[in-house]
């Protein structure tokens, strides 16, 4: 896959400008900290076969994505900018296989540029290239796996094709499972029902060296670790797949039209202009109509399943740019591109004055403002070439200089988002050698473990999936009593506690302790506690 010189650039400068601001932003809970404190014991450990968090095993997720933010540790050291990195990489390779599949309906020409800006600058894909997570390595596999596939069916017909198709198919299941069929082969073969050209794509022999090699990448883990773990393949099956779709056993239940309302708005700024490719359906070329399937196939069974999160339609925000960029060169879209440029400009504004309503960030006023007004002058520029073929790369640059801002502020901002990195500094500047263990009482933060690259113990935390454990391995993690509270704090004497400050005055008459707050965040506070010595006996 040939990149042109056009491409080259952006690539670059998106990569680089994922990577800011790198350590400083916070670990996010809590799917952020929980993949990030999962490679973080890879690394510490060895033990790259069997995943855990907190120290105890976690299955939830095959591997695939954790070894990227291990490796990215082992490179960089146990931060976030390690754990992001080979995420950052993933999200740039992504678009690079999304420009090749894009020039194979649309081109070699801006066309096909645009759609790679317009995925790339799309408010979901952009925010996830930066998260810690699964989703931005499964959007990468899934777009490489559709490169092969679409070159198979438009590009150029090569014995190749078919077993790189099943190589990243394979790397796809190794990094979420079943999930990439979904974006694959599951709008594959609706298509056959209806496209000739989805027919008789492979031969037999094709067929049997995708196969060949998706089992040979994707399967020795799972025979691995269910080997050790005589329970997995059921818990894979029933709990992880099973249960993910049919019950909202994981919380995460959402109504029917959730992703359709996801979707529009986290296209953003594109979505009016996919919006009007969609109404001009019957002008549409027939392939890009075809291609749809890749859309609205993992949309229903998505919307049918029970869990739901945002991120697990992001596979598919390459298709919808390819579309988008069709319809932007086709149609007129004049009124779109005037409403998509207010929408920015009152963005503008908002980032401009975020110092002055939000209390939080009332420090950054002023640099948020100087940024602000940057983003309105941008916005000047792109009202007076909003006519022009440039308004896609216009609209990318002020996309990509809009998330700066909002990055910048939030390396400031991270205890009230959930990040507890300033927690852990502050607790660190007490017991630089870290030598007292750290409590989550009646909480589960795994990012404390993460900072403090050291298990923190949970006490009072009932959730966690002991059924790979032998008992009584984790007694000094896991302390579901406060009689393990109790037998855990008798041995040390003196600790940090992590909870709210309500289960605080409970924990402190229960056990004993004397308490003095060393960080108070929104939600926790984290204090230093010591046993108080026992009352005197009665004369």
């Not at 601001?21 to 060895?46: C, D, K, Q, W």
């Not at 007076?384 to 002020?398: D, E, G, H």
């Amino acid at each position: 896959m040939r990149l042109s010189r056009r491409a080259l650039p952006f690539l670059a400068i998106y990569f680089l400008i994922l990577l800011y601001p790198g350590s400083a932003l916070h670990l996010r809970e809590s799917t952020e900290a929980r993949y990030g404190e999962i490679a973080r014991e890879m690394v510490v450990t060895g033990n790259w076969l069997e995943p855990h968090l907190n120290g105890i095993k976690h299955f939830h997720k095959p591997p695939l994505s954790m070894w990227g933010m291990a490796a990215g540790m082992e490179l960089f050291g146990i931060n976030g900018f390690g754990v992001r990195f080979f995420g950052i990489v993933a999200a740039t390779a992504a678009l690079a296989a999304l420009l090749g599949t894009a020039r194979i309906f649309l081109g070699s020409g801006d066309e096909a540029i645009n759609a790679m800006l317009i995925c790339g600058t799309s408010l979901l894909f952009l925010s996830s290239s930066r998260v810690v997570s699964t989703d931005i390595y499964l959007a990468c596999f899934t777009a490489l796996a559709q490169l092969m596939l679409f070159r198979q069916l438009y590009g150029g017909r090569s014995f190749w094709n078919a077993p790189l198709y099943g190589l990243f198919l394979g790397l796809g299941f190794l990094t979420k499972g079943p999930i990439i069929l979904l974006f694959t082969l599951l709008p594959f073969m609706v298509a056959k029902t209806f496209d000739r050209d989805h027919r008789n794509v492979f031969t037999w022999r094709e067929v049997a060296a995708a196969a060949g090699v998706f089992a040979a990448v994707a399967l020795p883990w799972y025979l691995a670790v269910s080997i050790s773990n005589p329970e997995l393949p059921d818990y894979f099956l029933k709990v992880q797949t099973v249960d993910r779709v049919a019950t909202n056993r994981f919380g995460r239940d959402k109504p029917f039209w959730y992703f359709f309302v996801i979707f529009s708005a986290t296209f953003f700024p594109y979505t009016l202009f996919l919006a009007r490719g969609v109404a001009g359906w019957k002008q549409l070329d027939g392939r890009i109509r075809t291609i749809f399937v890749y859309i609205v196939a993992p949309l229903v069974v998505f919307s049918l399943a029970k869990s739901k999160l945002s991120a697990y339609i992001l596979p598919f925000y390459g298709t919808a740019s390819i579309i988008t960029a069709y319809a932007l060169a086709r149609f007129e879209t004049a009124r779109l591109r005037a409403a998509t440029l207010v929408i920015l400009t009152l963005a503008a504004v908002a980032a401009g004055g975020t110092g002055f309503f939000y209390k939080p960030a009332a420090p950054l006023k002023i640099q948020l403002l100087l940024y602000g007004v940057a983003l309105l002058v941008l916005c000047a520029y792109l009202w007076k070439s909003r006519l022009s073929p440039q308004f896609v790369r216009n609209t990318a640059l002020y996309t990509l200089c809009l998330s700066v801002t909002i990055y910048s502020a939030m390396t400031h901002l991270g205890p009230y988002l959930k990040g507890y990195g300033d927690m852990v500094a502050a607790i660190d500047r007490i017991d630089p050698e870290r030598k007292r263990d750290i409590l989550m009482y009646g909480t589960f933060i795994p990012s404390l473990s993460f900072y403090r690259n050291r298990i923190a113990a949970m006490g009072l935390v009932t959730d966690r999936d002991l059924r790979f454990e032998e008992d009584g391995a984790n007694r000094d993690i896991y302390l579901p009593t406060d009689a393990d509270v109790e037998r855990f704090l008798a041995a040390r004497g003196e600790i940090f506690v992590v909870t709210d400050q309500g289960q605080m005055e409970q924990f402190r008459l229960k056990h004993a302790c004397s308490v003095t707050p060393v960080f108070v965040q929104r939600k926790h506070t984290a204090y230093l506690c010591r046993r108080e010595p026992p009352p005197p006996p009665a004369p």
